[in-house]
């Protein structure tokens, strides 16, 4: 979705169908190879002038399918994304290292994170224009599982024959042999001697 600042006025509230073509293409553009897009989706948006910089309040339904990451049946999500982000007229922001006076946050290794904490909920705009795609494909891929069950009583895949086993028990014996008894089961005992 493309805005102008004149068009909002004081508020603005517009909504469209993002195409199952934009979808898929903001997945691969990230790499992930898991989820695809099962149809289009709805974004609805709300804008509203502070001053110079505008507040988006959003939200979007983004329908997703993959796979169970236990017994690897197809799965349907549907992914609600409410957020909001501050659109600041300013170019285009330096990293933290570069800017003067930044917090910069400090991980375990004690390098710095690639963010200031402070304008994390904010994107740069020209104060002309303000495209929402980059940040709504942000939010789509910050709300992403990691994995995916069909339920949580999900008994996944048998490790020996593969089986379902939400379909049924298939009667293999799962548990590993102690490899210090492994010899014995080739010993072969004749009756009556």
Request: glycine content about 10%.
């Amino acid at each position: 979705m493309i805005v102008t600042v004149d068009e909002i006025g004081d508020v603005l509230e517009k909504s469209e169908t993002i195409g199952k073509d934009t979808l898929e293409h903001w997945l691969q553009d990230a790499g992930v190879t898991d989820w695809r897009a099962d149809g289009g989706g709805t974004f609805s948006a709300r804008f509203t002038r502070a001053g110079k910089n505008v507040v988006l309040t959003a939200n979007a339904t983004i329908p997703l399918s993959t796979c169970c990451s236990r017994c690897l049946k197809d799965i349907r999500r549907e992914l609600n994304l409410d957020f909001t982000t501050i659109f600041t007229v300013a170019p285009a922001r330096e990293l933290p290292a570069q800017q003067e006076g930044s917090k910069k946050m400090q991980d375990e290794s004690g390098t710095g994170a690639s963010f200031d904490l402070d304008s994390a909920d904010e994107e740069a705009f020209d104060g002309r224009t303000i495209e929402t795609d980059g940040v709504l494909a942000e939010q789509l891929l910050l709300e992403l599982p990691m994995s995916a069950l069909c339920g949580e009583d999900c008994r996944g895949l048998c490790s020996v024959c593969g089986k379902n086993l939400n379909e049924g028990d298939c009667g293999c014996e799962r548990k590993p042999m102690d490899p210090r008894w492994a010899a014995l089961k080739s010993i072969k005992i004749t009756p009556g001697k």
